[in-house]
Nanobody, 117 residues
Framework: QVQLVESGGGLVQSGGSLRLSCAASRSIFSNYHMAWYRQAPGKQRELVARIDRGGSINYVDSVKGRFTISRDNAKNTVFLQMNSLKPEDTAVYYC???????????WGQGTQVTVSS
């Protein structure tokens, strides 16, 4: 079992920045593919950014050039640096960890990000 704890959300004005952190409870963090998802009111949860255990990174088109995902395996932590925030980035952001063997898919409790115009 893996526990994920997100932090760093809050209220920011349009154009501002926030840095989300997700701390994992397991020391084998480096074996996990990590991702950030978000869910806005009335919308489906969507993948924002993903970094696999080898360091390959993918972003949804709407955040490319503004958000940066990174991981610190020594600290069992994944980050999401969010710059040039827009009101449409407002959502609950969730940390996700996936491992192939033994198979596991884990979620954090979510952290609210609100961007005011």
């Amino acid at each position: 079992q893996v526990q994920l704890v997100e932090s760093g959300g809050g209220l920011v004005q349009s154009g501002g920045s926030l840095r989300l952190s997700c701390a994992a409870s397991r020391s084998i963090f480096s074996n996990y593919h990590m991702a950030w998802y978000r869910q806005a009111p009335g919308k489906q949860r969507e993948l924002v950014a993903r970094i696999d255990r080898g360091g390959s990174i993918n972003y949804v088109d709407s955040v490319k050039g503004r958000f940066t995902i990174s991981r610190d395996n020594a600290k069992n932590t994944v980050f999401l640096q969010m710059n040039s925030l827009k009101p449409e980035d407002t959502a609950v952001y969730y940390c996700n960890a996936v491992i192939s063997f033994p198979p596991g898919n884990y979620w954090g409790q979510g952290t609210q990000v609100t961007v005011s115009s």
